[in-house]
């Protein structure tokens, strides 16, 4: 006769040895088995189609037997409904988590559709991943992309909250829509921060500030002070500049300006057509000023940031600005909106090509801008079409740099 199976307790259980096992009197199946390290909860069972089945539910000590037999019992209520838990159970382990739909999201969307794939890619590495990216996207609830923005926001970046919750919500949008992952996506109903419109109007004191910093620090951040005069005479953006090929630039016979050949994404896909950016003269001088590092005119720099000294294209300008930025106090506070951005100069340039010429559609093209209302914002901020006007532009923002006599 076989010895008599111990009741399933807490006295039983401490004086348990490895390979003994302790079967549960109030739920059929439910057991714990002591291993040689350490003693595991089971679930035994049959399904519907008489296999046998014997999940574990946790380990003795990360669970009470309380808990574990709450687990057990809905294992049990299952199997009563003829469903096989531990098929479900092993499903939901291989769901896909954030990081997962992240790939997905960038390799099958952003890199196909969007055109600031590198601010998007941003978005996921420094704020969504970090907090959410083990995740499983089945698992997300509302509370977790409103704790996301939240504390994005709480740190005094409420428009980066929103960008961020942005993105995120598209990819759980297409995880619904789309790959059919989850039913409903979480983010839906999570509240943005409200936007004030920034139109910063870049008086010239401000650019004789500016020009004063940027000679300051030539010598230090050489690539940093250049990147910045480009956009400047431009009005193209960051990103457009910091990836440019030094092939990409097509010089006119004269040498009184030039274009910048922007490929647009691979064929076949909705992403960024081919652009041209008009590069005045004032812009090639800076440029022709650089010495060639590679095959780009923003090498990638050495982690201080004054050096160029890694293979690629420059990633970030941030240290160096802010320290340029801040060595001209007027540029701290401009017009009441805090410190002056690189991304204003790319507004300077609307702001000043719009009053010199009048024209806001020819200028808007020179931005890209799709819609002429966006450049028709800058009309009035402060008290020759093509090439024409962006060497006029470049060289009024230019003369107002040098403390000389303009329009203004």
Known sequence: MGKKSLPLNERNVQKMA???TLRDDKVTGFMLRALATKKVFYYYYRTKAGRERKPSLGK???LTITQAREIAKQYAAEVAKGNDPSLKHADSRRAPTVNELWNKYYSQHVLKTVSNTNEVKRYWTKYILPALGHRKVADLEYQDCYDLHERITRK???VMANRVKESFSNALK???ELWKWIEQNPCAGVKANKEEERLIAVEPYHLLALAKALDDFQHKYPFVVALVRVILFTGARKSEWMT??????VVDPTGESGVLKLPGKQKGTKGRKDKKIIVPKAALEVLNSLPIINDYFFPAMQ???N???RPGHMKTEKNAWRRIRASQPILMDVGGYGPLRIHDLRHTFATYGTFYVGDHVTVGKLLGHKKANTTRRYVGLLTTPG???????ADTIAANMKGEASVF
Do not use: C, F, H
Not at 244 to 249: G, I, Q, S, V, Y
């Open 307 to 309: 050096k160029p000294g």
């Open 174 to 176: 297409m995880s619904v």
């Open 60 to 62: 003795y000590g990360e």
């Open 303 to 305: 982690s201080r940031g």
């Open 156 to 158: 005094g970046y409420p």
């Open 387 to 393: 090439q024409d006007i962006a060497n006029a532009t």
């Open 18 to 20: 490895a390979g003994e």
């Open 244 to 249: 440019a090929k030094r092939e990409w630039l």
